[in-house]
């Protein structure tokens, strides 16, 4: 049982991650996304295979006696997280034994957050973080190809119930696919959502590992674009090699803060794509522009 437990690893939007999977020996997801990196299969209602708590619960207290240095413990799966039956057993465990030395982090899809026993666990979370890809039953139906006894209308229902009780910090991420929900209305549509939900953040990206399907990822400028659809939302966009090939746009006072007006910008995603971090850092010492720290990433603001 040794892969239950996984990392330390860097996560550049979460810090230093020590991840557990409670799902290690086959994949049990209600989803068959076509940019699964685990690779396609059946969705289901239930898992089939359950670890116990104590089985979880053993080898991370071994690794945590050793006092790693972290910002985070992980839970994800090899499928979806909150199919687990146990996990707010689980998760007040972790806390009890932790003490609050880490932040505590899920990774989900989200299609279960109207369950009131879901909602209990993902409530003891310090970070939340859910995927939504699609606004539209269509999209919903061709790229998550979700399990039959789900629909993307009571999904967003309950995560706006969810969201509505939460406390912790809340995530969202969007990968886009070509030709599936990369169209602005989509994403329009997505962002209106999400704003509605009140996230503190949005992580947009696309395939950056091998799908189980065969589909295309888009361009880092087609992301830019589609970006401005989450105006005032704080976005976090991946940052790829080709982009430091990319000239950088310079950028006076005015123009920084007209930006940052549309939507805040990753401190290490402005670096990449514009000039003018040297003027950022002054414009912060005079109080004209704020750091605002998002589940540990950090953005430059406006002044709120």
């Known amino acids: ?21 409670l799902s290690p020996l086959q994949k049990q997801c209600n989803f068959d996304c076509l940019y699964c990196e685990l690779g396609g299969a059946k969705s289901v209602e239930r898992m089939q295979e359950v670890l116990s708590v104590e089985q979880i619960l053993s080898p991370l207290l071994e690794i945590l006696s050793t006092q790693p240095s972290l910002d985070v413990i992980t839970l994800s799966a090899n499928g979806e997280p909150t199919l687990y039956p146990h996990l707010y057993e689980l998760i007040t465990q972790i806390k009890h034994h ?23 666990a993902l409530r003891e979370f310090d970070i939340v973080k859910f995927s939504f890809d699609c606004f539209s039953p269509q999209c919903f139906k061709k790229l998550d190809r979700p399990n039959k006894s789900l629909d993307i209308e009571a999904i967003r229902r309950g995560i706006l119930e969810f969201a509505s009780s939460y406390q912790g910090e809340l995530v969202a991420e969007v990968l886009v696919i070509k030709n599936l929900n990369d169209s602005l209305e989509e994403m329009q549509n997505i962002a209106g959502f999400l704003r509605e939900v009140g996230v503190d953040r949005v992580d947009l990206g696309t395939l950056d590992r091998p799908p189980a399907y065969a589909i295309e990822g888009v361009s880092p400028q087609r992301l830019q674009e589609l970006s401005l659809a989450f105006e005032g939302q704080c976005v976090s966009i991946p940052i790829r090699k080709e982009a430091h090939i990319q000239k950088r746009v310079k950028l006076d006072r005015e123009d920084i803060l007209e930006l940052l007006k549309k939507r805040p910008i990753s401190t290490e995603e402005f670096s990449t794509l514009f ?30």
């Open 98 to 120: 932790t003490e609050g030395r880490y932040k505590t982090l899920i990774l989900s899809n989200g299609s279960l957050f109207g369950r009131s026993e879901v909602q209990k």
């Open 1 to 21: 049982m040794q892969n239950i437990i996984f990392g330390p690893i860097h996560s550049r939007r979460f810090g230093i991650s020590l991840g557990i999977d």
């Open 275 to 304: 000039e003018g971090v040297e003027l950022c850092e002054e414009m912060l010492e005079n109080g004209e522009i704020m750091i605002k720290k998002v589940a540990n990433m950090q953005f430059f603001a406006p002044k709120s």
